[in-house]
């Protein structure tokens, strides 16, 4: 084990790294990451031990005006996927009533789209939407992902009584435009988050492994994260979809992905780390390891655009997962 790794036990007695020394814990490589990767379970069994698992609703698809790099939904692609308006109230909630059926309490309504920084017609409904599933289910955790939003939309849902708020930021802000988009920065997206958690709405926001930043970027992310107190951070593993801009991109060794869940867990010991795309598709033999190395959530069920395992076997593999924690 290397002096870094060591020297970074000092987090199981409450202390902090910094910048400089995650730094270095960025450059392990061989066998030492798989003690990097034991610290890392060892931090989240002592700070953030409860699991977290949800599924998302792609309640309106495709016919996005944002040139995201990685995105399906975006219109500047001409990948292959359905594409259609806000959901019913119905349509909704029969998605959501499969969810609460096989157990999972949390269930994210997602749009595509800028946002909302405006209380427009849509956005009524939306709203009108998640008053009434929580009517239908008391104890199931509404929660939305709809872009960019205002102060006065941040508040609306927060009134509405949503319990997280999706929002990522996806990659160290200084690469932002060259990596991620040209149609909108990243400030709005901090800026939203920064009005969510100012009228205590839980914020769930994470980035991307694999859109072409260095390690240096994603501790810088996951600083920044920390500093803005986000609750929940999805971490996902690039999926290069046809028709995107990222098509041919190369996929990203396991090694780096269970080296950034690592770090990540380092930085941020007692927030929820959340293995959300790439996980079964791209991570395959690998995400079990991943999953043991700081993470204690994972989205099942689909990615919006990309499959995913079915929930019941997910519940399996959380089973396993549960044999490492006893």
């Given amino acids: 084990m290397n002096e870094y790794i060591l020297n970074a036990y000092k987090i199981l007695d409450g202390k902090d790294l910094s910048i400089e020394e995650a730094l270095m814990l960025g450059s392990t490589e061989g066998e030492n990451v798989l003690d990097l990767s034991s610290l890392a379970f ?165 980035g991307i492994i694999g859109l072409g930043e260095t390690m240096e970027d994603r501790i810088k992310l996951a600083f920044l994260l920390k500093e803005l107190n986000v609750d929940i951070v999805p971490l996902n593993v690039l999926i290069p979809i046809k028709g995107t801009r990222l098509e041919n991109q190369k996929k990203t060794k396991a090694i780096e992905v269970i080296k950034t869940f690592a770090l990540f867990r380092l930085i941020l010991k007692d927030r929820v780390i959340k293995f959300a795309a790439g996980r079964e598709t791209i991570m395959k033999d690998f995400q079990g390891l991943i999953m043991l190395s ?28 549960y044999e490492f924690q006893k």
Avoid: M, W
């Avoid at 849509?122 to 104890?139: A, G, M, R, Y």
């Avoid at 997280?164 to 901090?190: C, D, F, G, M, W």
């Avoid at 994972?298 to 019941?312: I, S």
């Fill in 42 to 206: 060892k931090v989240q069994q002592k700070y953030s031990k409860t699991f977290h698992l949800c599924t998302i609703c792609n309640a309106k698809s495709g016919l996005c005006g944002e040139d995201c790099s990685y995105c399906a939904q975006s219109s500047f692609h001409s990948a292959d996927i359905s594409t259609y308006p806000l959901l019913s109230f119905d349509s909704i909630l029969k998605q959501a009533e499969k969810t609460y059926s096989k157990g999972i309490r949390h269930f994210g309504i997602v749009t595509s789209g800028y946002g909302y920084k405006e209380i427009n017609d849509e956005f009524k409904n939306i709203v009108k939407i998640i008053t009434e599933l929580k009517k239908h289910f008391p104890d199931l955790e509404v929660c939305a992902s709809l872009g960019v939003l205002s102060e006065e939309t941040s508040k609306a849902l927060a009134e509405a009584g949503i319990s997280e708020y999706n929002h990522n930021i996806q990659v160290n802000p200084e690469k932002y435009l060259s990596l991620v988009a040209t149609t909108h920065k990243v400030e709005e997206r901090i800026k939203t988050i920064k009005f969510l958690k100012k009228y205590s709405v839980r914020v769930c926001s994470g």
């Fill in 294 to 321: 700081g993470a204690n959530g994972f989205l099942t069920g689909g990615y919006l655009t990309t499959r995913g395992r079915e929930p019941e076997e997910d519940k399996l593999f959380l089973e396993e997962l």
